[in-house]
Nanobody, 114 residues
Framework: QVRLVESGGGLVQAGGSLRLSCVAS????????MAWYRQKPGKQREFLAL???????DYGDSVKDRFTISRDNAKSTVYLQMDSLQPEDTAVYYC????????WGRGTQVTVSS
């Protein structure tokens, strides 16, 4: 059974940082690309970043210079380091596995106060 569990969200002031984690189980993590998305109230889910199995990365334009995705295959975990957070980054953040079937976690709330 595939399971993705996000953590690390919370309340932070503008200009602050957070690191999100997503622990995966139920599939071969080391050979699977992973991605982070977010969803703001009333908006569609937005692509943020992906990392492939050889640690190549790609980023959405809105976060390219502020967020960093990484992975630790020994821990079956993908991370999203978020710096210079702004109120517009407030959203629920989700991780996704990029195998034959795309699985999602339940998300973690990030709230940035001004």
């Amino acid at each position: 059974q595939v399971r993705l569990v996000e953590s690390g969200g919370g309340l932070v002031q503008a200009g602050g940082s957070l690191r999100l984690s997503c622990v995966a189980s139920g599939f071969d993590f080391s050979t699977t690309g992973m991605a982070w998305y977010r969803q703001k109230p009333g908006k569609q889910r937005e692509f943020l970043a992906l990392i492939n199995r050889v640690e190549g990365t790609d980023y959405g334009d809105s976060v390219k210079d502020r967020f960093t995705i990484s992975r630790d295959n020994a821990k079956s975990t993908v991370y999203l380091q978020m710096d210079s957070l702004q109120p517009e980054d407030t959203a629920v953040y989700y991780c996704q596995s990029l195998g034959g079937i795309a699985y999602w976690g339940r998300g973690t709330q990030v709230t940035v106060s001004s």
